[in-house]
């Protein structure tokens, strides 16, 4: 493989544009320091940072790639697409997100009733003082007013004990299709990237059908090293590249100093028997 198969690149995380807790800047400089040669800011279901995050990469002399993180309603779970390389003022990619944004403020107000119901009250006024974007108010908020609360001891425990599929606070939520998800990252030049597949509860023939439905609608890429991801789940990915004909991404999900394990540019080298996402997409390299 060429040297470009070697790249640092760290195509995955969030700023405070969705549910990260760092701007782009000190992101673009984070991952600079982390030695990242190509980086991409994927925020939920959102492009607003998207020109703050080309600019601080120029400025710290990082190649960059547009991006976005797009939620996703699959056999009745919640799978994520990533966009990389989009041209992020498409029509139909501006408007997609922006539905897929709408239902946030409700959801977010149901799962505080739900939990004032369990006798936690204020919830959604307590989570709004983490939200930086009006639009684009997340579990993750939720959970980091549930840790200043006192009512547990990480955010993790919070998804477990409230939050999660199943507890008290969760409320269900119908998000974009894959077709949708897909049409719009593809619409716009981009290329879509099924996101940490691990971490996913779906059966073997349903994780068949995410991958085969996902290749149908023009999807190209996975990631196969990821924060979430295992040894174990490299090897099974990489091999899914080979089985769908997909090209594999490298992307931390960086989303805080404070909770996230892996930091930005910190990950293993994808597998040598896998083509990167990036090859593909040199000329979407700004
Ligand atoms: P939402 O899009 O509002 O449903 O929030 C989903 C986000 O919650 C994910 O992108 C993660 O950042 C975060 N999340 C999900 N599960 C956990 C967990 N077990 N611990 C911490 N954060 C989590
Ligand atoms: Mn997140
Ligand atoms: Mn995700
Ligand atoms: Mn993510």
Redesign the pocket.
Known sequence: MGVIHILNADLHC?SIVS?GTLTPEALAQRAKANGVDVWALTD?DEIGGQARALEAARAVGLRYLTGT?I?VTFAGI?V?IVGLGMDTTHPALVQGLHATRGG?EQRARAMSDDLARVGIPGVYEGALKYVDNPEL????HF?RYLVEAGICRD??E???KYI?DGKPGFVP?RWATLVDAVGWITQSGGMAVIAHPGRYKLSTNEEYALFTEFKAHGGQGVEVVTGAHGVADYVKYAEYCKEFGLAASRGS?F?SPE?SHTDLGKLPDLPGSVTPVWELLESRIQ
């Not at 108010?137 to 993750?140: A, E, L, M, V, W």
């Open positions: 969030h549910d939920h993180e939620s919640t994520h946030r108010i997340s579990r993750t959970a955010t993790n919070v998804f477990r999660n939520h999900d989303h909770e």
